[in-house]
């Protein structure tokens, strides 16, 4: 039942502030004032070892960020198609952790077995409690996401990130890096992006008119730094999934080491930057694109507009968050710039040529 919507995609993005919400009702107290997570103790813990595939690799990936920004802990991370023939050595004392929506992932599966017995926990992120990747591990965390139809991962990518910023927000706390106070301030946060998350979702006429000119477009480049160069990954991937434009991303910082030569009036180049402590970073690297005559679709928030919109193809303006929290606020725009330009093409959005929606075979 897609709910009133044309597509499962449009209504699992629908659905986002809603499962977050219940994400956070799960694993908070019901004062809102608590993490509730199975014990686990982050600082017996030298070093996670985060492994996945797709969209769940691009949650590792931001991930990383969070656990090693609020928790100083040394992350690891990789996908699980190289890690499982790597043959990395892996510590008793670190803890290996694998993302799937599914819990079915070939790979990460095999990944998760090459680990038992060599990390000191196998820990799992997934949103279907009986599957195998949940089974094998000492502790699964459940997403409650719901089930997802549409095959490019939309719900399941902000649960998925919510849980493992509740990890990296206990982890920093046990770890002695976060104070009560700021955690507190954290999950206050937390608690109001549901609403903010629907707030934004109410928002996308920019969005929809960015992308009939997408649809256009034979290639895309998509640029972040910090926390927003995993959601640059993701939104190229959503497009490419979805509309069959070739999108790339790369670091912001990147962009003179090779791509920028790609640059020219033909090439759209989607930035993502909120107003954070490296935006003025990614605006110089912006400014360096749009001296090439490349045309930048600037997704920030209104300060990040104010200060930085000048010459720029087109911007989104997201809601303020804290820094914390703009990786789950801007997947909502990197989806729907994938979903508008599919819709724009007339591509199937659902069921995407070649894709399946559980990788059980590597
Ligand atoms: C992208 C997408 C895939 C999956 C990947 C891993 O939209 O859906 O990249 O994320 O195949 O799948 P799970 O999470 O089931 O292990």
Known sequence: DKGGHKHFMSKEIAEQPIVIGDALSHYLTTDGK?????????????????????TAFYACLTAKYWFEQLARMPVEIDVASEFRYREPPIEATSAALFVSQSGETADTLAALRYCKGKAGSILSVVNVPESSIARESDIALPILAGTEIGVASTKAFTCQLTVLLLLALRAGHQRGHISDEALADHLSNLRSLPGILSHALSQTTGIEEASAELAEARDILFLGRGVMYPLAHEGALKLKEISYIHAEA?????????????????????????????????????????????????????????????????????????????????????????????????????????????????
């Open 250 to 362: 790369y670091a912001s910082g990147e962009l003179k080491h090779g791509p920028i030569a790609l640059i020219d009036q033909s090439v759209p180049v989607v930035v993502l930057a909120p107003c954070d402590s490296l935006f003025d970073k990614t605006v110089s690297n912006m400014q360096e694109v749009m001296a090439r005559h490349g045309r930048v679709l600037l997704i920030t928030d209104k300060k990040g507009e104010a200060t930085a919109s000048a010459g720029v193809w087109k911007s989104i303006v997201m809601p303020q968050v804290s820094d914390v929290l703009t990786p789950i606020l801007y997947a909502l725009p990197a989806q729907l710039l994938a979903y508008h330009t599919a819709i724009a093409k007339g591509t199937d959005v659902d069921q995407p040529r070649n894709l399946a929606k559980s990788v059980t075979v590597e």
């Open 34 to 54: 608590d993490i509730v997570l199975p014990e686990i103790d982050f600082t017996q813990i030298s070093r996670m070892t985060m492994v996945a595939c797709g």
